[in-house]
């Protein structure tokens, strides 16, 4: 069946600009995941959804970053006046419920220039 | 604050010998622990996952075990091949009550030698 799907899978930006990253998650999982991963690094954790509600939203770096879920399905991740910094892949994973492994898309390669 | 932290960032192992990797925690307890593998240009993808409870868990060539006395998993590949060379994630959530969000660690690259 389908699996997790992310797009675009590259994104080129200008520093400053808007961008908006897309996840659609495995039809029926009601968690859904971001997060970020630098070159030789872990996923590091960014915001975490438990059907519409984002049930934590530690790992935001600051308050450029917003995610939304709106009907419990798709999910949008949007970072306003990126930074070079903010150059990394932006990996998205859903899950059924609790004690379920992660399924995660290829991720979407966003480069500010 | 919660750690993960993997044994080393790169491990050269040769074929058909047996490769182990370490995974440490600190500052929490975790219901349980995953083990994740990552290709190049991809997202990780789901190996196995293990209890606090369970102290061995087995698929085909892998194991993984958890101690929670040394705060600890291992993760075994018997009989490597070139085609395990990859990265490896652990990775794990803390109380289920609390519906912890899953954290991972920096993970290790794994190379094995034809």
């Known amino acids: 069946g389908a699996g997790v799907s992310q797009t675009p899978s590259n994104k080129v930006t200008e520093k400053g600009k808007y961008v908006e990253l897309r996840c659609d998650p495995i039809?029926?999982?009601?968690?859904l995941y971001w997060y970020r991963q630098s070159l030789g690094q872990g996923p590091e954790f960014l915001i975490y959804?438990?059907?519409?509600?984002?049930?934590?939203d530690s790992g935001l770096p600051n308050d450029r970053f917003f995610a939304v879920r709106p009907e419990g399905s798709v999910s949008t991740l949007k970072i306003q006046r990126t930074e070079r910094g903010d150059s990394a892949v932006y990996l998205c994973?859903?899950?059924?419920?609790?004690?379920?492994?992660?399924?995660f898309g290829n991720g979407t390669r966003l480069t500010v220039t | 604050s919660q750690k993960i932290e993997q044994n080393s960032e790169a491990l050269n192992i040769q074929e058909g010998k047996t490769a182990t990797l370490t995974c440490n925690y600190t500052?929490?307890?975790?219901?349980?622990l995953q083990w994740y593998r990552q290709d190049p240009g991809r997202g990780p993808v789901f190996l196995l996952l293990?209890?606090?409870?369970?102290k061995e868990k087995r698929k085909e060539r892998l194991k993984v075990t958890f101690d929670t006395t040394l705060k600890q998993s291992l993760f075994h590949i018997t009989a490597s091949q070139p085609a395990d060379s990859a990265t490896y994630l652990c990775?794990?959530?803390?109380?289920?009550?609390?519906?912890?969000?899953?954290?991972f660690g920096k993970g290790t690259r794994l190379h094995i030698l034809p």
């Open positions: 994973a859903s899950s059924p419920g609790k004690v379920s492994p992660l399924h």
């Open positions: 039809s029926g999982h009601t968690a």
């Open positions: 959804f438990q059907g519409t509600g984002a049930a934590d």
């Open positions: 500052n929490y307890s975790p219901a349980y």
């Open positions: 293990i209890r606090e409870n369970e």
């Open positions: 990775a794990s959530q803390g109380s289920l009550n609390r519906d912890d969000k899953i954290i």
